[in-house]
């Protein structure tokens, strides 16, 4: 199975912040990278497929960047409502897994 | 828009089969895409269980593989999971979502259910 490790565990920033997450696969994925968001007692939330295109309805200071192994998703000002989980999946191959999180908190 | 929701036991004992039931609504799943259920441990570990095609194919996790069905109700547009042998491990929020037709990603899913399992 693909191993997708996300770094840092846990991110502590200050509303304004430009943040960068990182996830990173064992072997390369191509651009089958895709990014969501969780909020505490919600379900995960789309937010860029394949690695770097948007979705409909997501605030554009969510950006996603990489290919190959290093992907990295960047929230340009993070705004109060942007604190909660963060998850990358990935579909190039079966079964797809997902990375264990980036947990983004107020400092 | 497309709608999902999860129902079923909240208690399963182990050894015994988790069984539950995902309503969508808005779409049918016999049009296209991949319908698919996913879990999510306590600490927040997400596993990726595995889907029902529209066109009725499945494909599941190879971890699971023994023990998981999918299956559907197309007069009903439902779509159901069975795990057998369910251990203490297998308690979880369990999720139903939609994929794309490839399968790739997952933009629609349902608000989840708690299954604990437990004597």
């Known amino acids: 199975d693909i191993v997708l490790t996300q770094s840092p565990a846990t991110l502590s920033v200050t509303p304004g912040d430009r943040v960068s997450l990182s996830c990173r696969a064992s072997q390369s994925i191509s651009n089958y990278l895709h990014w969501y968001q969780q909020k505490s007692h919600e379900s995960p939330r789309l937010l860029i497929k394949y690695a770097s295109q948007s979705i409909s309805g997501i605030p554009s200071r969510f950006s996603g960047s990489g290919s190959g192994t290093d992907f990295t998703l960047s929230i340009n000002s993070v705004e109060t409502e942007d604190f909660g989980m963060y998850f990358c999946q990935q579909s190039n191959s079966w079964p797809f897994t997902f990375g264990s999180g980036t947990k983004l908190e107020i400092k | 828009d497309v709608q999902l929701q999860e129902s079923g036991p909240d208690l399963v004992k182990p050894s015994q089969s988790l069984s539950l039931t995902c309503t969508v609504t808005?779409?049918?799943?016999?049009?296209?895409?991949?319908w698919h259920w996913i879990r999510q441990f306590p600490g927040n570990k997400l596993e990726w269980m595995g889907y029902i095609h529209y066109s009725g194919s499945t494909n599941y996790n190879p971890s699971l593989k023994s023990r998981i069905s999918i299956t559907r109700d197309t007069s009903k547009n439902q779509f159901f999971l069975q795990l057998n042998s369910v251990t203490t491990e297998d308690t979880a929020t369990y999720y139903c979502a939609r994929g794309t037709t490839a399968t790739d990603f997952f933009a629609y899913w349902g608000q989840g259910t708690l299954v604990t399992v437990s004597a």
């Open positions: 808005g779409y049918s799943i016999t049009s296209g895409y991949s």
